[in-house]
């Protein structure tokens, strides 16, 4: 009942005028979000690097209403690629969301903007991640995702969420292309009739996933580019310790190298996780949210761990 407020919440414009208000929210949710500046995103990508970590950088923002706030949303994604493109040595990616860039108002107007930001990202020798959204836009994410493969770009991968029941199916046919594939739980509010909605069979299918990935790995014998920017196919994104475990023992019995994979984690949760898994020898990449719409991300990293909403509660009387 909780998350699902939270995720109604992530939603609300009268909410997110009144979050954004409190002068302590951002002190708060600037535990998750790297900044509101590229050149703060950049300073992280520098740090995370230095520790061995590679990074995916998402410039926040979805659902934009207009032609024109769905250019500045693609022009800011052309920034962020170049200031990846001017530091070669920076280990990084970028993560976007369609809705971004136009889903919500124009297929051909998003499709133009992604094809655009492909180009944008081979030009600075990078990747893009089309993140999965809520089911509204499952199907025409994929539709467009292989509208730009046939149209010859191979540097762009997508998620899949392990709560729809849909997730086997669509990794399956993913795979036939050799799609690098981050695997989550998912975010969003979703009915019964789309989402497993007990933990556990979420859990269940999230590591027959993980097998079918890394089976796939070992086959096409992927692995991370030795520039940290070009992803193997599997990407296990996952603070969950049991999901880990799962993973590197699959990985381990069928003899996948460990550069065949990586592990995926949010900025701000788990660092001890995430500078362990360096320590074992594993990829590891964070993904980093900067910019000033940072409300909707934050609502849904409250949703998803109790323990995130009392830090919040607990800012709020320290304000």
Not at 2 to 7: M, T
Not at 86 to 112: F, H, M, W, Y
Not at 131 to 158: A, C, F, Q, S
Not at 262 to 282: A, C, H, P, T
Request: hydrophobic fraction near 40%; glycine fraction near 6%; aromatic fraction near 10%.
């Amino acid at each position: 009942m909780l998350r699902s407020f939270l995720i109604y919440l992530s939603k609300a414009a009268w909410a997110q005028k009144l979050v954004t208000g409190w002068s302590f929210a951002w002190r708060t949710a600037s535990r998750f979000v790297a900044g509101t500046r590229l050149s703060d995103a950049m300073s992280v990508v520098r740090e995370l690097n230095a520790k061995g970590i590679n990074v995916t950088l998402d410039h926040l923002g979805e659902h934009t209403n207009t032609p024109e706030e769905s250019q500045q949303a693609t022009d800011d994604i052309f920034a962020t690629l170049d200031a990846l493109g001017a530091e070669p040595s920076a280990r990084g990616n970028v993560s976007i969301k369609l809705t971004q860039i136009g889903l919500g108002l124009d297929e051909n107007l998003c499709a133009e903007n992604l094809e655009r930001i492909l180009a944008r990202a081979r030009k600075n020798n990078t990747f893009v991640r089309v993140d999965i959204e809520d089911t509204p836009y499952t199907d025409k994410t994929i539709n467009l995702y292989y509208l730009m493969r046939e149209r010859g770009y191979t540097n762009v991968g997508t998620a899949v969420q392990s709560y729809l029941y849909r997730a086997e199916a669509d990794t399956h046919r993913l795979l036939q292309d050799r799609t690098p594939i981050r695997l989550v739980k998912g975010a969003y509010m979703e009915p019964a009739e789309k989402a497993f909605p007990r933990k556990a069979d979420v859990d269940a299918n999230y590591d027959l996933l993980t097998k079918i990935l890394i089976d796939a790995s070992l086959a096409n014998q992927t692995k991370l580019s030795e520039d940290g920017r070009i992803p193997a196919i599997p990407a296990i994104a996952s603070h969950d310790d049991k999901r880990i475990a799962f993973a590197k023992q699959y990985a381990e019995k069928v003899g996948l190298p460990k550069n065949g994979l990586e592990f995926q984690m949010l900025y701000g949760i788990r660092r001890d996780l995430q500078e362990q898994l360096v320590k074992e020898g594993y990829p590891v990449r964070v993904y980093v949210p900067f910019g000033t719409h940072w409300y909707p991300y934050f609502m849904r990293r409250l949703a998803e761990r109790p323990a995130n909403i009392w830090f919040f509660i607990s800012n709020f009387f320290r304000k």
